[in-house]
């Protein structure tokens, strides 16, 4: 048993080095130079107003760029909702009821 | 659940805290909020209300048929605004691409289709949390 948790102990430390190295060649959060700070941010921030005429750019993004996102997240509502229900309620015919 | 102070206390508070949570929902394309965080605060009084009051009231409250009948439609209600779009001839979901009146920025009235749909999610999650909850409440012994 001793003797197996060494390779494994290796293994583990080996993947997590390569975790660490990848980790260390992210760039500094934040910064304007960032893969994040692409065109699509900005497209947002300038073409909101006058795509979606709202003044609040996060409802301009959920209910109206990604609302497909959004009725599918109704639908995992729905679903959660449907699960208790039928996990959880109690029919009320059989038992006589209250 | 039997204290006064409690219950005036919430006599109080509850039909503000309602109010705010509608207005979240309504105001959620001018202002910082949106349909799920108002609509979590409309959910929340009511159950607020449940537990306070014992959950016989808070069912007089919301019968269990508008629960029904909201759970079911809520999202049929977005799918109808998503249809407006395919109706004029865009694709579905479409609000500016469907030539729909966006009208002045900042006004209640702004937006297109974006307040309706919002409206819709909100009692939509106001919604789910009262059925989740009154669910679990009402477990028989």
């Given at each position: 048993m001793k003797l197996r948790t060494l390779p494994i102990l290796f293994i583990l430390l080996l993947a997590a080095y390569v975790v660490l190295v990848a980790v260390a060649e992210l760039p500094p959060y934040g910064m304007s130079g960032n893969p994040v700070q692409n065109q699509v941010s900005e497209g947002y921030i300038e073409n909101a107003w006058e795509e979606t005429g709202v003044l609040n750019m996060i409802t301009a993004i959920v209910l109206d760029y990604r609302a497909y996102d959004t009725m599918f997240e109704t639908i995992v509502l729905f679903t959660a909702v449907l699960a208790v229900i039928i996990t959880l309620k109690t029919t009320e015919k059989e038992g006589g009821g209250k | 659940m039997r204290d006064?102070?409690?219950?005036?206390?919430?006599?109080?508070?509850?039909?503000?805290?309602?109010?705010?949570?509608?207005?979240?929902?309504?105001?959620?394309?001018?202002?910082?909020?949106?349909?799920?965080a108002g609509g979590i605060v409309v959910g929340l009084a009511f159950i607020a209300f449940t537990t306070i009051y014992g959950l016989e009231r808070g069912r007089a409250k919301v019968p269990e048929k508008?629960?029904?009948?909201?759970?079911?439609?809520?999202?049929?209600?977005?799918?109808?605004?998503?249809?407006?779009?395919?109706?004029?001839?865009?694709?579905?979901?479409?609000?500016?691409?469907?030539?729909?009146?966006?009208?002045?920025l900042g006004a209640l009235s702004s937006g297109g289709?974006?307040?309706?749909?919002?409206?819709?999610?909100?009692?939509?999650?106001?919604?789910?949390?009262?059925?989740?909850?009154?669910?679990?409440?009402?477990?028989?012994?």
């Open positions: - | 006064f102070i409690l219950k005036r206390v919430a006599a109080l508070l509850l039909p503000f805290i309602q109010m705010y949570g509608l207005y979240v929902i309504l105001h959620g394309h001018v202002s910082p909020g949106g349909s799920f508008v629960t029904t009948l909201v759970e079911s439609y809520g999202t049929l209600w977005y799918g109808m605004m998503g249809m407006v779009g395919v109706f004029k001839g865009a694709p579905f979901l479409a609000n500016k691409m469907a030539g729909i009146d966006l009208g002045e289709l974006i307040g309706l749909i919002g409206l819709g999610v909100g009692i939509r999650v106001a919604s789910t949390m009262i059925t989740l909850f009154f669910t679990m409440m009402e477990e028989e012994p």
